[in-house]
């Protein structure tokens, strides 16, 4: 499956949010954009305006970028009722070490709309690879787009994601963007459910198979996070799909977080304090 984007100069800015008190947070804004992207799904160009979220100090005059993409929701229904991808306070930490950060909401969720570009299958016949080919393909878009704004530094970003954004984010890892140098995968995955198979995702071999293909083309270094406790992959999957990564040549760091309330898998929004030293060190380290 070829996949493609089309980029044109991007809608009206939308709104622009200025902070307020206390004083050391006064400068942060949020605005949003609307963005074009075209992409093939099942044979087929998809294209619509997706929902940039943009979060930066406006004092600083060069930031690196981070590209923040979200999950999936596990239903049509929610995915509809998703809105737009904010992760607030994560990104006001992000914004408060340095980085403008940019999050995509995707075709099929929330306030973009559109067709599931990103549906991989029943849970037997999984093709996870042919879903997140889209998902690359918007995330490039993304970092296209903050390479053109005058206060990012177009040479230093990084691509970070959660659950099926953090597979998307190891996917992004092996596409050879310009001027991306690192990747963070939080608790990446996809075809789990936490009720009906605890730990127990659809087709977990295929899920490592496909890591591992990327791990055969990535050339950044990438940081994995993952809970032991985390109802969607269990505490075991995830090594695996790390191991299977690294084995074919991709670079990458494992770090088992600490177990965290009812569902590890949620840390990432739910337990900032766990995951901060050692993002904050593997972004340093990479040049960031």
């Not at 044109?8 to 400068?27: G, T, V």
């Not at 963005?35 to 979060?55: A, E, F, K």
């Not at 230093?156 to 995968?185: C, D, E, Q």
């Not at 996070?225 to 191991?243: E, M, S, V």
Request: proline content about 6%; charged content about 20%; aromatic content about 10%.
């Amino acid at each position: 499956m070829h996949v493609f984007f089309h980029l044109s100069r991007p809608a009206a800015l939308l709104f622009a949010l200025l902070a307020s008190a206390p004083r050391a947070e006064a400068e942060i804004v949020e605005t949003v954009v609307k963005l074009p992207v075209r992409v093939l799904h099942d044979g087929q160009p998809v294209s619509r305006d997706i929902t940039l979220t943009i979060v930066r100090d406006n004092a600083r005059k060069k930031s690196p970028f981070l590209i923040l993409n979200h999950g999936r929701a596990p239903t049509a229904e929610a995915r509809a009722k998703y809105g737009r991808a904010v992760f607030r306070d994560q990104a006001r930490y992000f914004v408060q070490q340095g980085y403008a950060i940019f999050l995509p909401t995707r075709i099929g969720y929330g306030v973009t709309g559109g067709p599931d570009v990103e549906s991989s299958g029943a849970c037997n016949t999984k093709d996870y690879a042919s879903s997140l080919v889209p998902a690359v393909a918007q995330v490039a878009a993304a970092v296209t787009y903050a390479q053109r704004q005058d206060f990012v530094d177009a040479a230093r970003g990084a691509v970070l994601g959660s659950s099926v954004g953090g597979f998307t984010t190891i996917a992004a890892s092996a596409a050879s963007l310009h001027g991306v140098k690192a990747a963070v995968n939080f608790a990446g995955g996809a075809g789990g459910d936490p009720v009906k198979r605890t730990g127990a995702p659809c087709q977990p071999d295929r899920i490592g198979a496909t890591f591992a293909a990327y791990g055969a083309r990535s050339r950044i270094p990438t940081l994995w996070l993952y809970a032991p406790n985390d109802r969607y992959w269990g505490a075991d999957h995830p090594k695996q799909w790390f191991a299977q990564f690294t084995a074919k040549g991709g670079k990458g760091t494992f770090v088992t977080l600490p177990p965290s309330g009812d569902d590890g898998h949620l840390a990432f929004t739910k337990d900032m304090d766990s995951w901060k030293p050692s993002v904050a060190a593997f972004l340093k380290n990479a040049g960031l």
